[in-house]
């Protein structure tokens, strides 16, 4: 009894002396990354609107994409994985953590980002709980919320009869048919609109053959991404011929270039900010 009394008691004594650990709220961010200046600062405006929206609550950033965060580092420019983001955060002291993604489709990036951060919830003396929100289109209301931002921020000296092109990335992932539900959605409100990708469907040369057979003189080229990255200044507007600008410049169209990302714009800011409210809530 003696020596089961002498075991137990430290253990007792460690119990008693055990506290719940204190809450603390943070918002992580995740986004592909970039390398272009112009662009960073369209991150700078959302690190803004975060802060402004949610009070009080930390925001911290991280970049999926190993090349931008290597090319960084040699421009001197730290950036974090959402793995070593999210390590950081555990070890100063954070419980509760909102994962945004910044990501415009729930593709494969954003899906091996979300296996990732999933991983670091209720780790011993880690976060005890993790919540992560949509990328920009995730529900038919967002799709719609963002056709009618694109429709409110046209070139102001596009006229009737010239079309609009819209860069997407595209993938091979299953997530690549929110690009053609998009188009559909954005086509209704003006047919002389037409969303393409780099990378799935649909791609540069459909896109061609529509604007051929419509007859179309004039092109607007604009990315649908959400920074004007490498993506948007070599492979839509690049010199090389086999950019979208030098393939439909050689179809008889003339072409002009508009490089602003979608994050440029407010509301569509607001949309990922509704997604991020959302992921707060399910931390209460």
Not at 97 to 108: D, E, K, N, R, T
Not at 215 to 236: E, R, Y
């Amino acid at each position: 009894i003696l020596l089961l009394s002498l075991v137990s008691a430290p253990s007792l004594q460690a119990g008693d002396r055990a506290k719940p650990k204190p809450v603390k709220k943070g918002i992580l961010l995740v986004t592909f990354g970039t390398s272009v200046p112009e662009a960073q600062e369209v991150f700078d405006r959302i690190d803004a609107a975060v802060k402004d929206r949610f009070k009080g609550v930390e925001v911290r950033w991280a970049f999926t994409a190993k090349m931008i965060r290597l090319k960084l580092a040699k421009e001197g420019k730290i950036t974090l994985s959402p793995s070593l983001a999210l390590a950081r955060m555990a070890e100063d002291g954070f419980t509760h953590v909102a994962v945004q993604s910044l990501h415009v489709i729930p593709g494969q990036e954003f899906h091996q980002m979300y296996e990732t951060v999933m991983r670091f919830q209720g780790m011993p003396k880690g976060i005890e709980k993790i919540a992560v929100g949509s990328p920009l289109l995730a529900a038919t209301e967002d799709l719609l919320r963002t056709a009618e931002v694109i429709l409110a921020n046209l070139p102001p000296e596009r006229k009737k009869g010239e079309a609009v092109v819209l860069m997407g990335h595209g993938t091979h992932h299953p997530a690549n048919v929110y690009y053609p539900a998009m188009n559909f959605i954005i086509q209704k409100m003006d047919p002389e609109i037409i969303l393409g990708t780099v990378e799935g469907y649909p791609e540069i040369n459909q896109i061609k053959e529509d604007l051929v057979e419509k007859k179309i003189k004039k092109v607007w080229l604009l990315p649908f991404m959400s920074v004007a990255g490498d993506h948007a200044l070599n492979d839509m507007a690049g010199e090389e011929e086999d950019s979208w600008k030098s393939i439909l410049t050689k179809a008889g169209m003339d072409c002009r270039v508009v490089l602003t990302g979608m994050a440029a714009y407010p509301r569509i800011v607001e949309i990922w900010l509704d997604h991020l409210a959302e992921a707060l809530s399910h931390l209460d």
